[in-house]
């Protein structure tokens, strides 16, 4: 089967620096992405990793290790209404079709 | 552009029903799929869809079918409704280069009796 790990919930404080992390076991890989969902509406997409390094867009920023099975999503800058979950999912096929989601994580930005 | 586009928003079936959830997509997307999500969950892969009369069966397709017989548009049917498909089902499309962004519909809220 298929495993992607995420932590489930993540606390942090306005203006801060958080990270979400995601570790994957999967029978194919070709590139790992994020997601943003706000109480249950519809995912938007965050970031993607096709090869390993940082991908930066404006105050998110996504980190690839394909060696260490390991991604992260850097939120910076917290706002309030970064309070939403996150997901990671794994591209599992070289065209794309097949995407499977990690179960997400909770992050609560506080003031 | 509509986007992603799903009806209906609600629906309540009793067991034993069969239902047809639509999906449209206006954005000339080659790639189509369905996931469900239950409360607390992740999204899981139903079915997918890579073009036109192509289809194939991603991590929870049992209870499911889908044709894909127009760019456009990507139908989910249950066959036999039963309380465990109980969930949230998103429609999503993607271009099949260039990007990996991929689109999501509003949901469809199912729920079983």
């Known amino acids: 089967g298929q495993s992607l790990e995420q932590p489930s919930e993540v606390t942090a404080v306005e203006g801060a620096i958080v990270q979400i992390n995601c570790t994957y076991q999967?029978?194919?890989?070709?590139?790992l992405s994020w997601y943003q969902q706000h109480d249950g509406g519809a995912p938007t997409f965050l970031s993607y990793n096709g090869l390993d390094g940082l991908e930066e867009t404006g105050r998110f920023s996504s980190f690839l290790s394909r060696s260490d099975s390991y991604g992260y999503l850097l939120l910076q800058e917290l706002q309030m209404k970064d309070s939403a979950s996150y997901f990671c999912?794994?591209?599992?096929?070289?065209?794309?079709?097949?995407?499977?989601f990690g179960q997400g994580t909770e992050l609560s930005v506080k003031p | 552009n509509a986007g992603v586009t799903q009806t209906p928003k609600f629906q309540v079936l009793k067991t034993g029903q069969s239902m047809t959830l639509q999906c449209a997509q206006d954005m000339n997307h080659e790639y189509m799929s369905w996931y469900r999500q239950d409360p607390g969950m992740g999204l899981r892969l139903i079915h997918y869809s890579v073009g036109a009369g192509i289809t194939d069966q991603g991590e929870v397709p049992n209870g499911y079918n889908v044709s894909r017989s127009t760019t456009e548009d990507f139908p989910l049917r249950l066959l036999s409704a039963a309380p465990s498909q109980t969930s949230v089902y998103f429609c999503?499309?993607?271009?099949?280069?260039?990007?990996?962004?991929?689109?999501f519909g509003p949901g469809t809220r199912l729920t079983v009796l």
């Open positions: 999503a499309s993607r271009r099949g280069f260039g990007t990996d962004t991929q689109y």
């Open positions: 999967t029978s194919g890989f070709y590139g």
């Open positions: 999912a794994v591209k599992m096929d070289n065209q794309g079709g097949k995407l499977i």
